[in-house]
């Protein structure tokens, strides 16, 4: 079941969301060779509780940190650790604020250093394929217009599209319905209506879509080893088309 957010709920939706974007727009700076994930997790939590925020993040189904830090194959859900980031990585950084009892969730995928050309082609890739689903987020259109922005663009440079994990409707819940594929076919599947919020957050893949869970069943890597990029934003459905909450102005 979608929970339609009314106008008065999507504004006390506003701050979580620019704490959150917020949060990135802070950690940008920190994103150097030498900084362990660590190190990102305490600046990220630090930052958020000293802004009145908490990390949804932490002790979510027994997540142990505050963030989620995803280097190179990593697809998502990596889990910050002494792991030491180095010239040439690409590194997601998902954050997760929670205020009034809101939530607000979004990621980019930052540089290391200078990149090489796959790791720059994946991470705009991604960026753009984030931009295309938004466009297509409007009233009378289908979740699978996003899906199909979203794929056929992917697929149109070469690369894939996770499958296993995908976006989904936010607000008082960090997880609500409904699941935002990005895959799909024009003109199928839920039809968008105003007062809908959720996420848009393709993981694109330099190689083959596939991915597989490590041991510590958080961790998603790519399952050909490739390199793995992702964007995410927090959206409302307006009249006229998608209004981005994740945004740090
Ligand atoms: N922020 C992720 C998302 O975009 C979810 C992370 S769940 C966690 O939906 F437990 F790993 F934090
Ligand atoms: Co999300
Ligand atoms: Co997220």
Redesign the pocket.
């Known amino acids: 079941m979608i929970i339609i957010k009314s106008d008065t709920d999507i504004a006390a939706m506003r701050p979580a969301c620019k704490l959150a974007a917020q949060t990135l727009d802070m950690i940008e700076s920190y994103i150097q060779a030498g900084i362990t994930t660590d190190e990102i997790n305490t600046l990220v939590h630090d930052f958020t509780i000293a802004h009145g925020g908490i990390p949804?993040?932490l002790n979510?189904?027994g997540?142990p940190k505050s963030v989620?830090t995803s280097v190179n194959h990593v697809v998502?859900?990596g889990i910050p650790s002494s792991k030491t980031l180095k010239n040439g990585d690409i590194i997601n950084v998902?954050v997760?604020t929670i205020m009034n009892g809101w939530h607000g969730?979004t990621?980019k995928t930052f540089f290391v250093g200078d990149v090489n050309p796959r790791a720059r082609k994946v991470t705009e890739t991604a960026q753009t394929a984030l931009i295309l689903g938004i466009e297509k987020a409007k009233p009378g259109n289908t979740f699978g217009d996003i899906g199909h922005a979203i794929q056929s663009f992917v697929e149109a440079q070469g690369m894939s599209v996770v499958r296993e994990y995908c976006g989904?409707g936010i607000g008082k819940g960090?997880?609500e319905d409904p699941q935002v594929m990005h895959y799909g076919k024009e003109g199928q599947g839920t039809m968008i209506k105003k007062g809908m919020v959720f996420?848009i957050?393709p993981m694109v893949n330099y190689g083959k879509a596939g991915v597989k869970l490590l041991g510590d069943h958080?961790t998603v890597v790519t399952r050909d080893k490739s390199l793995s990029a992702q964007f995410?934003h927090t959206i409302a459905i307006t009249a006229n088309g998608a209004e981005i909450l994740t945004c740090s102005t």
């Open positions: 949804a993040p979510y189904r997540f989620c998502c859900h998902d997760t969730d990621s989904h960090f997880h996420t957050e958080w995410e």
